[in-house]
């Protein structure tokens, strides 16, 4: 078992710096297009069998040093009770928006072996064929209240501003619950084989500093907490972070994941030693030629070199449109420039 992932997770010395990205299973790849053919996304997610074989897909093709759950974000909502459809060109979209009382109190605690079997099962299948580690993930809970609240994807986020601001309590109460669901949903994860887990913040950086402070960022710390009881490092990825650092750094997580935006040396000198950091190359960068990558890769490694720990990614999920080649590039170059000998 190549376990360098999970060493630099912990911070410990490795003999390269590993290699992951964010989306790696998905439309960019021949291999899984040839899978969704067949079956819809949704099928696709709630069939272990496929799900566990897009899982592996990447690491065989692109010879990563992770591998993350196939599965959805959303997944966890619809089995807190909201109707979830995914539309191939419109993206998700949830029935039914949370925004009253009776909304919030509709919605349940799920039960992750009662309401989401297939997830635990892909787990399972997917441990025996691994010979990397694999990541279980969650969103958090701001990034999912989001979807709820908007009911898909959003532009300015009125409607969970709104909610924020005229009724803070109403908004706590769903933070509560869907941190509730969170933590339930991930110690399932790792109970059932899950090594590592991410919390995928992805839409933190819409948020001011202030808000995001006093209001969202005390959910994701208790499920962090509540996280750090098993043996399995916590990675919490932020998107935007570059203005939230200050708070980020108190987030109590193993990893932090740093998009693109942000200088890789000015997150490690933010961070300090407390954190191993994970990113951060455009996803676009893998449209430019060879040796233009290779270089980005270089100053990547470079920057991150003074923080505890380094695991290579892209800053956000690989686009549909990457050419597969490009990130066997990015894979190779993190390989060959990151030996630590
Ligand atoms: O990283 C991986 O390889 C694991 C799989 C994974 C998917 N979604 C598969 C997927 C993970 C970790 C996610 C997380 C996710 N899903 C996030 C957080 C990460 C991020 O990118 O910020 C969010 C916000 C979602 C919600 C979501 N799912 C949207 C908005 C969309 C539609 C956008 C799009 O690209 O079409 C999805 C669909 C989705 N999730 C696809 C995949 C492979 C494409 C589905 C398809 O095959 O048509």
Redesign the pocket.
Known sequence: MNDTFLRACRGEKTDYTPVWL??????YMKEYQEV?AKVD?LT?CKTPELAAKVTLQPIDILGVDAA???????IAVEAMGMPLE?H?KK??ILGDPVRTKAGVDRLAIPDTEDSMPFVLETIRILRRELTVPLIG?S?APW?LATYIIEGG?SKNFLHTKKMMYQNPGLFTALMEKITATVIEYLSAQIAAGAQAVQL?D?WAGILTPYDYEKTIFPHVKAAIKALKKYDVPVIYFV?DCAGLLDVVKKCGADVIGIDWRVDMARAAKKLGKKYSLQGNLDPLVLFAAKEHIEDRVKDILFKAEPARGHIFNLG??IL?ETPVESAITMVEAVHRYGRND
Request: charged letters at 15%; aromatic letters at 16%; zero cysteines.
């Open positions: 964010m989306r790696q299973a998905g439309r969704r996304f696709l993350i759950l196939f599965s959805d974000i959303l995914f191939d993206g998700p993930f969103g990034t994807s995928f992805s998107n956000h999920g549909p």
